[in-house]
């Protein structure tokens, strides 16, 4: 490390230290809760804070206040903080809100609306339990939630504990949880970005998942204040990115996969949605272009998860609210969700790895 990185880092480190951890009144670095400080050539700087699980929920202003104490140090020019549970051997469980049991958290995004992205992280959490894991799907997309249309859920509302935290609604073997249960559908979302981001964090922290092997953020379309708040705030175990054929959302994806590599998120592979229609005789359209997502993965080094074709009977089940990997297991679109979801698992498990230890003899 240069001097001016060493400079740089020990500032931060001194905002940070001056902080008090809620336990004990130590300063965060003094008590060991700040974790992988790391301070960059370009001024990016990130770390992890890690929480007691037991009282997790002291903690998240303090990640708030340790984020804004290292961006105000001169020099630096992004942060992000992630907020851990640590668990200790002997602790018993206590049942809270927020993600600390769940064993992976992977965020479906699209830069670009209108690419089926809600489609595709519906079928693909079916696809998940289907493969025997316990899931969850999350519809993070604020200002239009499709869950409520592509579930079946309807007018159902998750209950309120008497400490004040939700439990998910149960549908198609998931466990679901969207803005779209707790408003009005017919009122419109005219929400700031401050009222937005307020909002994630209340369904990632407030809501009682349990104990999930995955956990599936439906993030909406976009590189914005909502996305950022995610990923400074949850662990990822990855991204998949959701994209159509054509050129126009090719740009965006662009955009998408640069906001996740810059933020360290793996970026577990890209799926191409629509990427062609296939008439009764086997004949192949490609109506939005031919091969554009694959090729945009290939171009930054990003791994290709697969297609998924243009089909009546994938349409037809959204609209009715019974997701065709759930209902039709058999039917191909829904073996090929399948196949993506073991692919995005095996590279989820393989960019998680952590390094082998090092025995000097």
């Given at each position: 490390m240069n001097n001016r990185l060493a400079d740089l880092t020990e500032r931060v480190k001194a905002r940070l230290n001056a902080i008090k951890d809620p336990i004990g009144g130590k300063g965060l670095?003094?008590?060991?809760?700040?974790?992988?400080?790391?301070?960059?050539?370009?001024?990016?700087?990130?770390?992890?804070?890690?929480?007691?699980?037991?009282?997790?929920?002291l903690y998240a202003p303090v990640r708030d206040r340790a984020e804004a104490a290292a961006r105000s140090v001169d020099g630096?020019?992004?942060?992000?903080?992630?907020?851990?549970?640590?668990?200790?051997?002997?602790?018993?469980?206590?049942?809270?809100?927020?993600?600390?049991?769940?064993?992976?958290i992977i965020a479906v995004a699209s830069a670009k609306g209108?690419?089926?992205?809600?489609?595709?992280?519906?079928?693909?959490?079916?696809?998940?339990?289907?493969?025997?894991?316990?899931?969850?799907?999350?519809d993070?997309?604020?200002?239009?939630?499709?869950?409520?249309?592509?579930?079946g859920t309807g007018a159902k509302k998750p209950r309120m504990r008497e400490d004040k935290?939700?439990?998910?609604?149960?549908?198609?073997?998931?466990?679901?949880?969207?803005?779209?249960?707790?408003?009005?559908?017919?009122?419109?979302?005219?929400?700031?970005?401050?009222?937005?981001?307020?909002?994630?964090r209340q369904m990632i922290d407030e809501v009682v998942w349990g104990d999930l092997d995955v956990l599936l953020l439906d993030l909406p379309p976009g590189t914005g204040d909502v996305q950022l708040t995610l990923v400074q705030r949850v662990p990822l175990a990855g991204a998949v990115i959701v994209s159509t054929?054509?050129?126009?959302?090719?740009?965006?994806?662009?955009?998408?996969?640069?906001?996740?590599e810059k933020t360290r998120a793996p970026i577990l592979g890209?799926?191409?949605?629509?990427?062609?229609?296939?008439?009764?005789?086997g004949q192949r359209t490609h109506i939005f272009g031919e091969g554009g997502a694959k090729r945009v993965a290939a171009d930054v080094g990003a791994p290709f998860l697969g297609e998924i074709p243009?089909?009546?009977?994938?349409?037809?089940?959204?609209?009715?609210?019974?997701?065709?990997?759930?209902?039709?297991?058999?039917?191909?679109?829904?073996?090929?969700?399948?196949?993506?979801?073991?692919?995005a698992l095996d590279n989820a498990a393989r960019m998680n790895k952590p390094a082998p230890a090092i025995r000097i003899k």
């Open positions: 670095f003094t008590s060991g809760r700040v974790k992988g400080l790391d301070a960059r050539a370009d001024g990016k700087v990130s770390f992890t804070i890690e929480a007691p699980a037991d009282v997790a929920e630096v020019t992004s942060v992000t903080a992630v907020l851990t549970a640590e668990t200790t051997a002997n602790a018993p469980a206590k049942s809270t809100g927020g993600v600390g049991r769940v064993k992976q209108g690419v089926g992205k809600s489609t595709v992280a519906v079928n693909l959490a079916c696809a998940f339990a289907s493969l025997g894991m316990k899931t969850g799907l999350l993070l997309d604020v200002y239009g939630p499709s869950a409520p249309t592509l579930l935290l939700l439990e998910p609604l149960e549908a198609h073997g998931l466990k679901t949880m969207s803005i779209g249960y707790l408003v009005d559908p017919s009122s419109p979302m005219i929400w700031r970005g401050a009222m937005a981001t307020s909002a994630v054929p054509q050129e126009m959302a090719l740009a965006d994806v662009r955009r998408g996969l640069a906001m996740f890209v799926i191409e949605n629509m990427a062609y229609f296939e008439t009764p005789d243009i089909d009546v009977a994938l349409r037809e089940s959204c609209d009715v609210g019974a997701p065709l990997v759930a209902t039709q297991p058999e039917h191909p679109v829904s073996k090929r969700f399948r196949e993506i979801a073991a692919a």
